[in-house]
């Protein structure tokens, strides 16, 4: 079963950053591309960024471009949201899953099931 442990949320000023963590348990993440969703309440989970599993472009919904950073450790097995320039808006909790395909991975159903999550306050 693939199974992921989000961390690094937390309760962060505007203009703050943060980075969060998507660690794999009891597979390699680096034959998968993989990409950060987020659900704000009351709200549908939204793609933010995607990775493939081999060189090639990253994705990132309009709203983060510039601010967030998608990166892949694989020798860690973990790939990393580094989101920088944080406002109010990017509250949510944050998840991570394995998508069929970078292209049009927010449009589709991830390929793994929602985990826990890691929420994400910005808030002065």
């Known amino acids: 079963q693939l199974q992921f442990v989000e961390s690094g949320g937390g309760l962060v000023q505007p203009g703050g950053s943060l980075r969060l963590s998507c660690a794999a348990s009891?597979?390699?993440?680096?034959?998968?591309?993989i990409g950060w969703f987020r659900q704000a309440p009351g709200k549908e989970h939204e793609g933010v960024s995607c990775?493939?599993?081999?060189?090639?472009?990253?994705y990132y919904v309009d709203s983060v471009k510039g601010r967030f950073t998608i990166s892949r450790d694989n020798a860690e097995n973990t790939v990393f949201l580094q989101m920088d320039s944080l406002k109010p808006e990017d509250t949510a909790v944050y998840y991570c899953a394995v998508v069929y395909h970078c292209s049009g991975y927010a449009r589709r159903q991830p390929f793994t099931s929602w985990g826990q999550g890691t929420q994400v306050t910005v808030s002065s």
């Open positions: 009891g597979f390699s993440l680096h034959y998968y591309p």
């Open positions: 990775i493939p599993s081999s060189d090639g472009s990253t």
